[in-house]
């Protein structure tokens, strides 16, 4: 199953009627940590939905950490019955995020990962960087479609960042973003020269292995989106 953070509402209504059967024979049961469920089979036929539809919910809880799948041994509850109730409950409350709240999350996440790479790197991380950012700029000096490149550099920033979860998050983060990018508004005005010069910015201080720099730099390339979002 695919994770996104912005599943259309329909999935996500069904997925949330699948989450909420599973919660309540959970708590029937009185299932402890570490207590198996159902096999798929039998939770599609009593519940009245999909195995698919069983399938994609067990993985969102997965996902967050509050069920866990077992090498032939089925799915079992991974926390106690109040933690869990607590968990699903924020699980079903949660909506899609906005463009904005992406887009805050992430630069948020650059500000730290990108002093981490500064302090972390290793000359391959510095060279992945570094390719990533001549495809970047041959991209945007051919006034080409360059977004994609420019998120690719960012992610291997993410990458020299030694930090898994980071990486993750970023991935999580990074292609809704893509799909609801609103270029036209964000980069109106902005000159190609300039563009470059902040990427560049970026790298050399990661290069220089400048926490303190490279940090400046990252908030600096943001300061328009930050802005724009903040309007």
Known sequence: MKISLVDNNKNRILQNDVIAKIRDYINLKNLERGEKLPSERIMSEKFGFKRNHIREAIRRLEFYGVLKSMSQSGTILA?????????????????????????????????????????????????RIKDALNEFKTKISCGEDYLEEDLLFHLSIAKASKNKTMVSLMLLLTPPILSTYERDTVCEGDLVISEIKKHEDIYLAIEAQDEELAEKMMHQHFFKLFKHIKK
Do not use: H, Q, W, Y
């Not at 949660?94 to 904005?100: K, Q, R, T």
């Open 79 to 127: 926390i106690g019955l109040i933690g869990f109730n607590g968990m699903v409950e924020e699980i079903l409350s949660l909506e899609a995020p906005s463009f904005n709240e992406l887009v805050e999350t992430r630069i948020s996440l650059e500000l730290k990962t990108v002093c981490l790479a500064a302090k972390r790197r290793s000359d391959i991380d510095l060279k």
